[in-house]
């Protein structure tokens, strides 16, 4: 089974942090990306990569950045946490149409 | 803009009735995919069953079809004989082309919550 893990389930951080999220996919997919799910709004896309240190803007990139250094692992990162990016953080994994989610990192920012 | 639109926030269906969930997308590339996505409130994202714009049929997994239909930009999602672990949030979602060569990013709509009622 392809797997995709994240590498935290819950989080809590503090305003102004950094944030490091980890994602790692052991099926060599191509691209990977970082959604944020909040109720009513779905999942919105934040970053997407294609290839190793190649990545794309999704519709809410602002207050987030990404690293893609090796194939197999896709870092989202919050330079500066605030309480608005209080929210449950999914990571997937594709090639042509099959996608692979991860179980999601809930963070609370305080 | 490329977007998907699911008009139903909530939908209540009767065990063992069978219920659509609506889902209309809008793009201008003439080649894209449409997902839809099963949430339990477990959270993860089960994948459920997939259409290609060019497929002539109509997709079906098991007890999921896919009415799709082209020319009004409808993908909606057919549940026969709904059974009580079919309570979940369901995504729509649609793949598309990115800017880079190769990039493809895949965007969701907000979600129909269902409940079925034993």
């Known amino acids: 089974d392809v797997k995709v893990t994240q590498s935290s389930r819950y989080l809590v951080k503090r305003t102004g942090e950094k944030v490091f999220l980890e994602c790692v996919q052991d099926m060599d997919h191509e691209n990977m990306f970082w959604y944020r799910q909040d109720p009513g709004l779905g999942l919105r896309l934040i970053y997407f990569s294609y290839d190793v240190k190649m990545k794309e803007k999704g519709d809410i990139p602002e207050g987030y950045s990404v690293s893609r250094e090796k194939k197999e692992r896709f870092s989202l990162i919050l330079e500066s946490a605030s309480t608005n990016q209080t929210s449950m953080y999914l990571c997937a994994s594709s090639i042509g149409a099959g996608y692979t989610f991860g179980s999601g990192t809930r963070l609370t920012v305080v | 803009a490329q977007k998907i639109t699911q008009t139903q926030p909530g939908m209540f269906v009767q065990e063992k009735e069978a219920v659509t969930l609506d889902c209309t997308y809008d793009t201008s590339d003439p080649s894209y995919g449409l997902f839809w996505y099963k949430q339990p409130s477990s959270g993860e994202m089960i994948f459920l069953i997939y259409?290609?714009?060019?497929?002539?049929q109509n997709a079906t997994e098991g007890r999921y079809s896919l009415n799709f239909q082209k020319a009004r930009k409808s993908a909606n999602l057919v549940i026969s004989a709904s059974q009580l672990g079919d309570s979940a949030m369901y995504f729509c979602?649609?793949?598309?082309?990115?800017?880079?060569?190769?990039?493809?990013?895949?965007?969701f709509g907000k979600g129909t919550k269902l409940s079925v009622i034993p």
């Open positions: 259409q290609g714009s060019y497929d002539q």
């Open positions: 979602a649609m793949k598309r082309r990115g800017s880079g060569a190769g990039s493809y990013q895949l965007t």
